[in-house]
């Protein structure tokens, strides 16, 4: 297996170049000043350049070939390892080099007229690049699908979610949609005293309470590896860079802990199945990459949503919260489980609870699925986004683009079918929760959470999704897992027995 | 010229390039944690290694033929930039891989040793690995010499300080011997009625003090853009990274406000040359470097000891020490002066006065020299150390080689031929000032300084230094700035001026 050794030897030297972009990356967002970015922007694209050169070089081709024809002779590890090279050769060869170029130049173009959009509340100016924009997905779908029979925007989930599939997501969505706005109004109606029992936090609350808040949780909770990692400000919260070196980040708003707690936990999540994935004497080899953006947000989500905003959580946080901010009324872990579990309609994708988040994600996937597959326009999407807001959440947002459809940053980007992956997530956490509760179960992990010792927990996420990195396809990897392909039956039990009936842990 | 402008998109790409092992390498010193060095260190190897082949590649050799054959044709920006162009490939090309490859593998080994040793003050176990790095550089310096009449060490420094030679050292350095080590007795007997009146400041003086004083000189006295770079702590204190990125480090002590305030502002010198450098619209390219590691050292220098110990400064600083510190009886003008201008013999170099500082980089320039040219061996160097210390300092490590000759890193990195940068610097730096004073005059210079408004004199480093980046040859910029190559008379009228005579500015 000369061949395939080869292609190790090419997949280090990969991973070794992209330790500098991922660097790069995090420093823009951390470190950066605003004169460096130019300079940066060049480095960046010359090091993509010498990157794309290096993966989409005609003998690598040759190489892959040479591996396959004798993949028989690999163990189950490296027979992953190869078919993932295979994988990313195809998605980084599939485009042409000028509809690469042509990717690159309108999304520089976008990028500022969308922030300068969103700030204005003017969609008329934005609409005609968002056509350009659909036009590049639309062309991009089609040369990634190639003589298969797909969709162009199934071609393109598929690139961003292996194994996920428009069908797939269709019957999915459409089970959440069967149950989930009803489910909504009943909890936003049974919500109503819950809100007025409220009892707000003194405010405002000092960055540096929030942040030992976070750096306790990462801490003690999560066991993150201060030796591995950081911890700095940054305008959107986010985790990452290499698996040597996970760096987090948090954005803090003066009114609330919650926001900046629920986003560390999140990122927390991320952090831990970076810093444990895939077998470890294969770091550096796509077989130790994260599976994929859905399965990463099930262990971003987990970690939120399972454990960060339980029953048991706010018993575990609230002597933390009052050791720093300081004792107060509000800090009963009553109160404490309310503000976690705060449930309100909101305009705004990120900042939506658990039960509204979902239906935001659909609406997005409808219209981009659409847009791509040719049934709608850019000029139709105000007025589809608003009846779908209405319908799926019951807020209108005509007039309100700005909190409407110019919120997001991924259409601008060129991101195409990236939404996705937040609902598998959701989902996906719910189904993992629920055999974790099984294996070891209810009241262990009740109690982990109380006490805040969930190491039996991480240790399962460990055993079922961390240590696996892309030894197994999607589909497989949840199968084998929690038992069966991805299942929005968990999502249901998870929001009605957190939210209807007060069975949370 | 296709030829030349192929070359100029070379080191464009190569600029490019190397802004991502410059962040890495800021990163590591300032960011970095402990578990991510074994990554980091992977991707600076493979990033050098793609830069290695870039330069190196065989039609790099064909271009600059081509391009130096009609030289004539381009202007003088484009005249130098072909010249240094062909020297950095010279530099790239001369060392065989297999060397390459020793002098890294050799340097890890060294570090390490070089630690513990000079920990354990344990010079028998370092002398052999001492002896290994000095047969590597006399291989290197063979190779680089090659046909041409140069001793290793010539080829060496010339690699390192172009334009310099052994014979311009000898004779430099002859002259500052024939009169410094009787200057520094005749100050160092006059100092003692200076030392006793000293008033020692409060201690300790906290981080966030010396911080703030620091971040005040660059901003209000320097006009550091801080749009365009950063001031984060680090090991120890240095300034780089990329032309449109400055990044400034700085090291603290609290027993003293000078170690960190002159190391900053020294810092800030080299920072402003960076910011300015050459003729901007050929940024990217070798004519818009940094002419060399000496004359970085005269714009650092004039900034620390031109400006930032002179008597003037004391009267500015004075008043900023006192906000920052809190009134206090040290904080007069005169004891400011005196603590700003302090003399002490110094074992370490790095802490060393600046009558004394010559003289430690002379003794290491001898050594190295004769190390390198098979004059003396690894086992000598304690003896010869001691010998010369007492000789040019009056001081004696014998038995204490962690504040002799283990103290510094350079040669134990495989670095041969760096230390007369810093000489270059002291004189370069007077020699400039001198020029400044006169074209400004005398009193201009005096009251820029004591009132902290030094935009003249910024304006003129940058109208005789920065705007020319590598556009003459060392000799031909010095004369061009002050009318004669170094010279060491500007640096003896400068000490005796301020030491002896007590006409500082």
Redesign the interface.
Known sequence: MQAYEKLKQLHQ?LY??Q???A??EW?MQT??????A???A??L???QA?LHQLKTAPHVAVLLEEALAVRDELDEVDRANLREMARLHALETQLPEDLLLRKTRVAALAQPLWVRCRADNDVATWLPMLQQLVELGREEGRVRAGTADLSPYDALLRANEPGMTVAKLDAIYADIKSWLPALYKEVLNNCKDVDASLVPLQTPIAEAQQVALGRQLMTEVWKY??????YDKAPHPFGGM????VRMTYYWTPENYTRCMLATIHETGHAKYEQGCGPREMLGQPVCMARSGGIHETQSLLAERMIGKSAAFAEYVTPLLELHLGAQPGLTVENVRKLNQLVKPSYIRTLADELGNPLHVILRYEIERDLIDGRLEAADVPRVWNDKMKDYIGLETLGRDDIGCLQDIHWAGCGWACFPAYSIGAIGAAQLMATIRQQLGDDVVTQCIRTGHIDPILAKQKELIWDKGCLYETDELLTKATGEPLNARHLREHLERRYLRNEDC
Request: glycine fraction near 6%; avoid cysteine.
């Open positions: 030297k070794n170049l330790h500098l972009a660097l790069a420093d470190m950066m000043p605003v004169k460096g130019e300079a940066r060049n480095a694209a010359e090091l010498v590896d201060w030796d591995a990692g950081r290499v698996k040597e070196d």
